[in-house]
């Protein structure tokens, strides 16, 4: 316990400066967990052999990541007309490792390497995004507000009133209650969050964000409980525990992001829609 709380301190220590810094800091950060996530996700659904440290259809993958985000923070204007491009190639790269090694990979392998690229590095990108967005530096923080407060809240209300189980074959402690409060709770968080900029004369009393804030903080805690519950079935289905052991007492980028990664991309959408 000790440990996971003192890898945990570091981590948000790290996720402030990053987040604080934005620009090539926060797109090199994000380049790096994608890269790992990446990793993890295609370690986990058996891409590559056990005995290999990497394979060929990685590679492509790892390319493609560095590729896409480096277009990201670097070149934003190319990015918005060459990233979806970027993208197809990179799948189409992936289909022609396939074709010109048959049959050293299966048609699963390569299913698995394409969703290991989309799930994880594409959806991460959207921190980077939001980042970026007017008022950036303030509503990124949401898409930690929805998914470390809404998980921390679904435990808590879980622990105390839960009965009727959410998912109990694929996460038996997880209940309909917890999940209630869960929401519940990164909604408030956003409010408070909304209150305390408020407070230091970021928005006004009268701005939209106030109650846009908790709303989309609200929204944001169904997705998390989504991404959560995807990533541990991914889990279930290969019989891992963890997905890696980077960050001590917390497992691997998938185990402690793997919220964030359903959240980022609806917390970017939603600012666009309601916070313009």
Not at 25 to 40: H, P
Not at 208 to 215: K, S
Request: charged share 10%; with cysteine.
């Amino acid at each position: 316990m000790v440990v996971r709380l003192i890898s945990g301190i570091v981590l948000l220590a790290i996720l402030f400066f990053v987040i604080i810094s934005g620009g090539p800091v926060l797109g090199i950060f994000t380049m790096l967990i994608s890269l790992l996530a990446y990793r993890e996700l295609t370690g986990a659904c058996g891409v590559r052999a056990k005995e290999k440290k990497v394979c060929l259809m990685e590679i492509v993958g790892f390319a493609g990541i560095i590729v896409y985000d480096a277009l990201m923070f670097l070149m934003p204007e190319a990015f918005q007309t060459y990233g979806l491009l970027c993208i197809i190639l990179t799948i189409m790269g992936m289909m022609l490792v396939y074709v010109l090694s048959f049959p050293a990979y299966d048609a699963k392998q390569v299913m698995a390497s394409v969703f290991a690229f989309v799930y994880a590095p594409l959806l991460l990108s959207y921190i980077y995004q939001t980042r970026t967005l007017a008022g950036g530096q303030y509503t990124v923080w949401l898409i930690f507000c929805a998914s470390w407060a809404c998980d921390t809240c679904a435990y808590a209300v879980g622990m105390l009133i839960g009965k009727h189980k959410l998912a109990p074959v694929l996460s038996p402690k997880k209940s309909i209650e917890g999940a209630v409060g869960g929401v519940v709770g990164a909604a408030l968080v956003g409010w408070i969050y909304a209150f305390c900029l408020q407070k230091a004369g970021v928005i006004a009393a009268s701005d939209v964000r106030l109650w846009a804030y908790p709303l989309i903080s609200g929204a944001g805690g169904i997705l998390s409980q989504i991404g959560d519950l995807a990533a541990s079935g991914i889990k279930r289905n290969y019989d891992i525990k963890d997905y890696a052991k980077l960050i001590p007492g917390h497992g691997g980028i998938m185990d402690r992001f793997d919220s964030v990664i359903a959240v980022a991309p609806l917390i970017y959408y939603l600012s666009l829609l309601l916070l313009k």
